[in-house]
């Protein structure tokens, strides 16, 4: 169906059978630097799958530039699990590589034995919150020979290629960055000099493995950091790469340190693909596109319009590493969406813990979580068909069970719903769409605007329950709750009302603050119309950015405690705040609301009592379980599972993590 994704292509001498990769991600499954079960097992199933070229790392080449959470090729002794997993991979049809990696003054020192990191200079770097000392000449040798070393045992091992990591921030960007690299000997100052450490290692390398082996390298097409290079810059880096002696350019954003957000949601699908293009204009060689490309449509035209020769799939395929070949055979809707949340894999990456996916009840799961047909199948009723009975409908499905789903709305997707209402959360809203592909595909009865009680479970019969009855806002006991200006959060995110000038939403967490962002959004301009407006200089550029962040209303959020977003993720909570700003959100902390009266709110902030007049108060304050049916069901004798927020409110990946692990132990 997708004819310029699933032709082949050369890299070097080797074939890959499509244009698609799997990327380098950290998933943190060992703390031993070696490959244990979980990584093969995550691995051959992203290579069974159908993808291409399947990376393995990071891959550090010493310790210091890598430490204990990442795998090492640093030792013959390691040699022999990267030979099992190159054969399993190339086993499943994929053309196997390692990404050879080492994070320079990014090293933490907690995860080096406290050791300082080595970096091109003794400069501060935030995201490792560490300096790190400068690296001598014989440090520059021995990091270039441990790069060709680890190559040299990556051919050794089975791989087809490797890939040298240039960009996020690492080494070789350090190296190659003003900002980074203060030398003055022949490493630092002019752009011959920084460029010269990947020269002189990529030619280490080359030589260590020959000629017919693929080299490629994973740079950055923009380090979108002040003073550092920008894509103006890159094109000629990647002209000196292919020089060196790389097969293939792989093109990413921007360093961990930028404030250009790289992977969220708020990114555009294909929003870096420019860059991607910027360098093809540049070289000969293949060139690979990244970041938030996750639909097959998307893949296809980038290939289509000349922006790139491959595709990497990274957080797509932790999703679903069945996503070329649901592709391939047109099954385009049964996609398991990444819906680029961060919560499974980045966040989890900088908490030091194991990548899973909030929306795959499988990935990092693969050795223990199989969906296996049932022997004895069972009569299933599901209650609830938001994301939790969803899931469970499905997966039971898939076992063999005769399942028939119940909700009491016009629709399935819950909470979905709400949480996809901003405009910059409408990926999730893809949860929507695969379950509904799902449900067709299994033949899945599905009894929508009904509610179940007891009289219809007797009339049904069923050998097992799960009930899934969700959750409802919580409404504080806050005097004057009652006032007719008084709305709760999820009527403003389902119903989208109109609303006044100045609106007060009650409740600093990532529902109060989503939804402040939500109501902010309401009247400003359109990606269409900015664009169009942009085009034609119809406004000035300042205009423009007024226009984008100042709507119909001007939110003000009130928090009780010190801080708010307490329960947002660490990777894109950055990206939330920043927003809050953009959009010119006022901020209370510390101030309790004790009472709404016509509009007008009473505060108590650190002890000093006020009043503000609002058009609407919208009550944010999170949400109380519902389990009317659940305390009824007793009485059946029937077997139930309750999941989801009938138990207790929690985050998506508990919905739906829940709901597969119900139909589990049906």
């Known amino acids: 169906m997708y004819k310029y ?89 994929a053309q196997p590589w390692v990404q050879l990696f080492h994070a320079g003054g990014y090293s933490h020192p907690i995860l080096i034995n406290g050791q300082q990191p080595m970096a091109p200079s003794a400069v501060y770097y935030s995201y490792s919150k560490t300096t790190p000392r400068e690296m001598t000449l014989e440090d520059i040798e021995a990091v270039q020979q441990a790069f060709a070393d680890a190559a040299v045992r990556a051919k050794a091992a089975g791989f087809a290629g490797v890939e040298i990591i240039a960009s996020a921030g690492y080494l070789i960007t350090q190296f190659l960055s003003p900002v980074k690299n203060k030398r003055s000997d022949g490493y630092g100052g002019s752009f011959e000099n920084r460029t010269r450490f990947p020269r002189e ?127 391939f055979e047109g099954r385009k809707d049964e996609i398991r969406p990444c819906a680029a949340c961060s919560q499974g894999c980045t966040d989890q990456v900088f908490q030091g813990q194991p990548v899973f996916c909030i929306g795959n009840p499988l990935a990092g799961f693969e050795g223990e979580r199989r969906i296996q047909k049932t022997a004895a199948p069972k009569k299933l009723m599901v209650i609830g068909a938001g ?47 695969y379950y509904r592909a799902m449900l067709k595909k299994y033949a899945i009865p599905l009894h929508l605007n009904t509610t179940v009680d007891i009289h219809l479970i007797e009339q049904k019969t069923p050998d097992h329950i799960i009930l899934a009855e969700g959750a409802a806002p919580l409404i504080p006991p806050i005097e004057g709750r009652d006032d007719p200006c008084v709305l709760n959060a999820w009527t403003v995110l389902k119903d989208n009302p109109p609303l006044g000038k100045k609106v007060a939403v009650i409740g600093g967490g990532a529902v109060g603050l989503e939804t402040a962002l939500f109501i902010a959004a309401k009247g400003t301009l359109t990606p269409e119309v900015l664009y169009f407006l942009f085009a034609y200089e119809a406004e000035s550029p300042d205009r423009l950015r007024e226009l984008m962040f100042h709507g119909t209303s001007r939110v003000t959020v009130f928090e009780m405690l010190p801080k708010i977003g307490k329960d947002v993720g660490r990777s894109t909570r950055w990206v939330l705040m920043d927003n809050l700003k953009k959009y010119g959100i006022e901020i209370h902390v510390d101030t309790k609301v004790t009472r709404i009266e016509n509009g007008v709110v009473h505060v108590n902030q650190n002890g000093r009592a006020d009043a503000l007049a609002f058009d609407q108060v919208v009550i944010a304050a999170g949400s109380v379980s519902v389990t009317d049916l659940s305390q009824k069901i007793k009485s059946l004798n029937i077997p139930y599972t309750m999941v989801g927020d009938c138990i207790k409110p929690g985050k998506i990946n508990d919905a739906i993590h829940g709901g597969f692990l119900a139909a589990m132990k049906v």
Do not use: C
């Open 5 to 93: 994704l699933f032709s082949p292509i050369r890299i070097n001498q080797t074939e890959i059978k499509n244009r698609l990769a799997y990327p380098a991600l950290g998933l943190l499954y060992s703390y031993d630097r070696k490959i244990n079960d979980r990584y093969i097992n995550f691995y051959r199933t992203r290579a069974a799958g159908g993808v291409g070229l399947l990376t393995i790392g990071p891959v550090g080449v010493d310790y210091i530039g890598s430490g204990a959470l990442v795998i090492g090729l640093d030792h013959d002794e390691a040699v022999a699990d990267f030979q099992k997993l190159a054969r399993i991979i190339r086993a499943e049809g």
């Open 387 to 433: 994301p939790a009975g969803l899931e469970a409908a499905v997966a039971a499905a898939m076992m063999g069970h005769r399942v028939e789903l119940y909700e009491k709305d016009a629709d399935i997707g819950g909470q979905l719903w709400l949480a996809g209402a901003p405009p910059h959360k409408r990926e999730l809203l893809e949860f929507i769409r």
């Open 201 to 327: 290692l990529i030619g280490r390398v080359r030589k260590a493995v020959g000629p017919d082996f693929p080299v490629t390298i994973r740079m950055s097409g923009n380090d979108f950091v002040p003073g550092s290079n920008t894509d103006e810059q890159t094109p000629e880096i990647a002209k000196i790469y292919e020089s060196a002696g790389v097969d293939a350019i792989n093109v990413t954003g921007g360093w961990h340190e930028t404030r250009v957000p790289q992977l969220p949601m708020e990114v555009p699908r294909s929003a870096f693909s420019f860059l991607a293009l910027n360098i093809k204009k540049a070289v000969s060689v293949p060139v690979m596109a990244s970041n938030r490309i996750s639909d097959p449509d998307t893949a296809e035209s980038i290939i289509r319009n000349g922006y790139a020769d491959m595709i990497n799939l990274g957080r797509v395929l932790i999703a679903d590493p069945l996503w070329p070949q649901k592709a």
